[in-house]
């Protein structure tokens, strides 16, 4: 994806280029005069004044050396000072500064990183060298696509800008963070960065650098699919380049007209477009090593299109080079990848596993030394299509079983990431490689069934560039994304069995803003749809199954399952029927759920809060933990006061955690997700990651929307449940959308009676929902009533529904928006 590396600091060039052509040669006549006199004279003779003026060149010589890429002049004239040995501590640090950056700049990395990461912790630094050091050691992290570290320094960068007064460098921080982000496909992030940055540069009237922000608008769009706004600042940028006396900054003009001519499918003009970058990116005098490298990558994209393959395979040959000179392991991984889909198209499947596997070996490499969990998920999202072209090759080939293994490694990966580095995760021998079929085979309890589905040809919500390809582009769409379709792995302790289902998972998804995701899918005939498309085609392994265990993916996580229905009031959840679990992967379920130890005797504590001062208060939350603590002879928390603190020093033997309140689910950060404990006492998912350490067999949370979590690229479900599961807890159970807080009490309440009385988790649950599904006006009032003889409190907080039920016929609670929230998360028995 090319993208202008930024001009370097200094004075800006001059509007024109024979003004900016006479600025450089008086700079390099100036510089080589100051040299010659330093060089001349003794060291005891030399002037400060006379390496000041050295040196002032030398700075205005980094800047328009380094918009021209003139590496080596520049290195040569640093080198050529540093021979005299000046004699200011200030000139050798900006020496060391040009060195290290030029080090970046010519793919010297570790020399880069070495003298920049010395030079920032010499104390007294001056702040044009800081920040010029901090974005010399950034710009090596993002060409060799280590966001994460990119991001962190471009930030210290923006900071340390902004306390400098320097908003030069404040726009360069968020232009090049804009460029981490688009690499990681968070292009709407990228353009809101570089709109800011663009801003920047135009209050100080720095043209050129307004004219790399106007290229890279122009790139953002054209990711967003707004043509019309890519094209206008394509054309704008165009001219200021032209105007500035930049030729060398043409050939990424050039390459995105390429691009653009290729989406509308003038392949000719397209063709054209690159051709007439690549003599620019590969130019003695200026070239850019990556612009050439991406120039052949969408230049055999364009040839594959059109069936040239061997002229397709010569440009990712040539990509492949300067990929590996440039040390672009992102764009090595993406190079395989597009070699293995020709190898495809022309039967020759051995070559293209090889290359699948060799791309997905790349992209994990990088997320392995990514630690931020935001940024592995956003590199996981950029491959999904390479786990699903391998997937679909295995099975093409007969191989299930390492069908299914791809599968486990396509999801849940940054979690896994994250439980294999927690203190509570297995032992070292024990490593968080994801799970075999033999190996679920062999850890599935008797009268297990493991459905795992995978999702192929999701597409981004929003406006993305595959959503805004014309509907006739049928040969990029096809390159871009598979047809949408489902595949169902079936797994008890004796086989496997494979099916590919007909329904499109893109119209599965909730409406974006939902807050209640999953509850849109009860309408109608959809639980019976379902059912016919998801569960069917496995029924017959239902059969004396006493767990199911499922394992949905993409949009499958919204899917209300305990809902779905054979034929009218036929429920896949029934009496004679499995019990119900879920799991975020096979992985996560067998190794760090089904793979802890439980059975531990211990006590009950139960915390409410009916949060009278918010905006809609509960009635029944405090009372339901009151009577469940009651019931199991535990420990009830219902006062107001905070709790964040007491729940992180838990006894070691209490067994199970109940918590009745408010919920609150945030779309736009999952992890900010939150439990109401107290009066002002929020637990958020993030501070159960960063606190909680729980050694419970159980976590019940009796609170609305619960268990929604944010599925994001990768299969990630950010959100409360894998909050808990991370702190420690094999079994959560949890609600899939707003529960009726007396419905949430019975179901608890028979919840709890079952676990008292043997029944495992999963049943326990499976018989809470439909008794409550089943249970009659009558049996809820007698019910009630022997509730409020428990005590006056709770009397009086059930008074108005005892009235109400007393007033009731039929079934009240028999509609599936009242029972089949509640799900269960990881072991089931």
């Not at 060799?144 to 800008?161: C, G, K, M, N, V």
Request: hydrophobic share 45%; glycine share 6%; aromatic share 8%.
């Amino acid at each position: 994806m090319a993208e202008i590396p930024l001009r370097q600091d200094g004075q800006p060039l001059m509007s024109d280029s024979s003004s900016g052509q006479a600025e450089a040669e008086f700079h390099q006549r100036s510089f080589a005069f100051y040299l010659a006199r330093l060089e001349r004279s003794k060291q005891s003779q030399r002037t400060l004044a006379d390496e000041d003026c050295c040196l002032h060149h030398l700075d205005a010589l980094f800047t328009l050396l380094g918009a021209q890429m003139q590496w080596q002049p520049l290195l040569d004239a640093a080198l050529a000072v540093r021979a005299i040995a000046p004699q200011q501590p200030r000139h050798t640090q900006r020496l060391t500064m040009i060195e290290g950056y030029v080090a970046g700049r010519t793919q010297r990395y570790e020399a880069c990183d070495e003298l920049l990461t010395r030079l920032l912790s010499e104390p007294e630094l001056e702040p044009d060298v800081r920040a010029k050091a901090l974005k010399g050691l950034a710009d090596a992290a993002l060409y060799r696509s280590q966001y994460e570290r990119a991001i962190r320094l471009y930030q210290q960068l923006h900071a340390a800008a902004g306390a400098a007064n320097d908003p030069i460098y404040q726009g360069l921080a968020l232009l090049n963070m804009g460029m981490c982000f688009h690499e990681l496909e968070r292009h709407e992030q990228a353009l809101e960065q570089c709109v800011r940055s663009r801003a920047l540069f135009q209050a100080v009237g720095d043209r050129v650098r307004e004219a790399h922000a106007c290229y890279h608008s122009a790139l953002y769009s054209l990711y967003l699919g707004r043509w019309e706004q890519a094209e206008a600042a394509r054309a704008e940028a165009a001219a200021l380049f032209e105007r500035l006396g930049l030729p060398n900054y043409l050939g990424f003009v050039y390459w995105m007209q390429g691009y653009l001519q290729h989406i509308f499918g003038d392949h000719a003009a397209s063709e054209a477009a690159y051709l007439r970058a690549l003599p620019l990116a590969e130019s003695p005098e200026f070239g850019q090593p990556s612009l050439a490298l991406d120039t052949y990558l969408y230049l055999g994209l364009l040839y594959a299109a059109q069936e040239r393959w061997a002229e397709a395979l010569q440009q990712y040959n040539h990509a492949e080079v300067l990929a590996i000179q440039l040390d672009r392991r992102q764009s090595l991984a993406i190079v395989a990848f597009r070699r293995g889909q020709i190898y495809e198209r022309q039967g020759q499947l051995d070559a293209a596993l090889q290359c699948y596997e060799q791309a997905l070996s790349g992209v994990e490499s990088l997320r392995s030394e990514t630690r931020s969990e935001e940024l592995k998920i956003s590199l996981l999202g950029t491959t999904q299509q390479m786990y699903e072209a391998l997937v679909l090759l295995y099975l093409a080939r007969g191989q299930a079983a390492e069908a299914f293994h791809t599968v486990e490694r396509a999801r849940s990966r940054a979690f896994l990431d994250l439980l294999e580095q927690h203190e509570l995760s297995l032992p070292p021998s024990v490593e968080q490689q994801v799970v075999t079929v033999a190996e679920v085979q062999a850890q599935l309890p008797p009268g297990a069934l493991l459905l795992e589905y995978f999702t192929i040809g999701v597409l981004p919500r929003g406006e993305q560039l595959i959503n805004q390809i014309p509907a006739e582009r049928t040969e990029l769409r096809a390159q871009l994304a598979f047809p949408p379709q489902v595949l169902l792995f079936a797994i008890d302790r004796s086989r496997l069995l494979v099916q590919r289902l007909t329904i499109n998972p893109n119209l599965l998804r909730p409406q974006l803003g939902d807050r209640f995701p999953g509850r849109h899918l009860l309408h109608g005939r959809l639980p019976q749809h379902l059912y016919h498309q998801l569960i069917a085609p496995a029924a017959h392994l239902l059969v004396g199954c006493a767990t199911l265990y499922v394992i949905p993916h993409g949009p499958l996580h919204y899917v209300p399952f305990s809902a779905l229905c054979s034929a009218p009031g036929e429920y896949l959840l029934h009496t004679e029927g499995p019990a119900l679990a879920q799991a975020p992967s096979a992985t996560i379920l067998l190794r760090n759920c089904l793979g802890r130890h439980t059975g531990h005797s211990g006590g009950m504590l139960a915390l409410g809060y009916n949060d009278p001062e918010g905006p809609q208060p509960l009635r029944f939350a405090e009372a339901e933990a009151q009577l469940i603590a009651n019931a199991l002879d535990g420990t009830a928390w219902i006062d107001p006061e905070p709790k964040r603190e007491r729940l992180a020093a838990l006894p070691a033997h209490t067994r199970w955690l109940h918590i009745a309140g408010h919920a609150r689910f945030e779309p736009d950060d999952p992890l900010g997700s939150a439990l109401r404990l107290g009066r002002g006492d929020d637990l958020s998912a993030r501070t159960i990651m960063s606190d909680l350490r729980l050694m419970v067999e159980l976590v019940s949370l009796s609170s609305c929307t619960s268990g929604v979590s944010h599925v994001v690229p990768g299969d990630e479900l950010l959100g409360l449940q894998r909050a808990l599961l991370y702190a420690g807890a094999p079994t959560v159970v949890c609600t899939r959308w707003e529960a009726y807080d007396l419905v949430a009490l019975l179901v608890m309440s028979h919840f709890y009676a079952g676990l008292s009385q043997g029944l495992k988790p999963g049943q326990a649950l499976r018989d809470a929902q439909i008794a409550v599904r089943e249970l009659s006006a009558g049996q809820l009032a007698a019910l009630l009533a022997g509730w409020s003889a428990a005590g006056e409190s709770i009397a009086a907080v059930l008074a108005e529904p005892l009235q109400r039920a007393a007033a009731t016929t039929g079934r009240p609670f028999a509609d599936p928006l009242l029972w089949a929230p509640f799900m269960l998360i990881g072991r089931a028995s």
